[in-house]
């Protein structure tokens, strides 16, 4: 394993602790992947991540043996749509997914989220999506999760969860802080008559100022 790939484990284990012990997710409910080179590494299945070791994080290449892996421990449930972001999204090197509280409130009523503000334009359009239900794992979910990120960098898993995706690891990460953010300030707003949308011409504003001024967004694929 060369330096550079125990370095990205060490990353993705960093990242799991950290989203654990801010909020962001909770238990062993969520999972990080990031692209190296040809193969994909992912947080094993069922393990806490204060007990993870680099050795442990699961290696599945992204375009051919369609599911094998590599690593002494399975690789995460979900490894099914973090491995088809990846094989259909260049531009995706990093992908979050966690069970975060509000943002699966909105996905148990199976809500996506408006242009209710302005950053909802880091997710490359006008909204964010919530990918229709299906069973944890499976083919059925991994397809959801496709069709709900076409041109968009996060969506939310009805009944489930959300996802975010990025450039890299950091980036992901951060979007799913905003995704979160955004849920918590959308459903807040509900409770007192619902936000006033922002129209698809002022979010394709922002969106370009962001790419101009740095914030590293590509399009969403």
Known sequence: MSEAETALRLVIIEKA?????????????GNISARCGDRMLVTPTAIPYDDM??????SLPIDRDYGSWEGELPPSTEWRFHLDIMRTRPDVNGIVHTHATFATVL????????????????FGGNDIRCAEYATFGTKALSENVLR???GRNGCLLANHGMIAAGADLDKAMW?????????KQYYHAL?????????????ENVRLAMKSEGYG?????
């Open 17 to 29: 602790r950290w989203m654990n012990a801010s909020g962001l997710n909770q238990g062993t409910s």
């Open 53 to 58: 070791q680099p050795s442990m994080i699961a």
């Open 107 to 122: 996905s148990m009523a199976r809500r996506s989220i408006p242009a209710c503000h302005y950053m909802i334009a880091a």
């Open 148 to 150: 709900a990120m076409e």
């Open 175 to 183: 979007l799913a802080v905003e995704l979160e953010t955004i849920a």
């Open 191 to 203: 409770l007192i008559g619902g936000p006033a949308v922002l129209p698809d011409s002022e979010i």
């Open 217 to 221: 967004l590509d399009d969403g694929g």
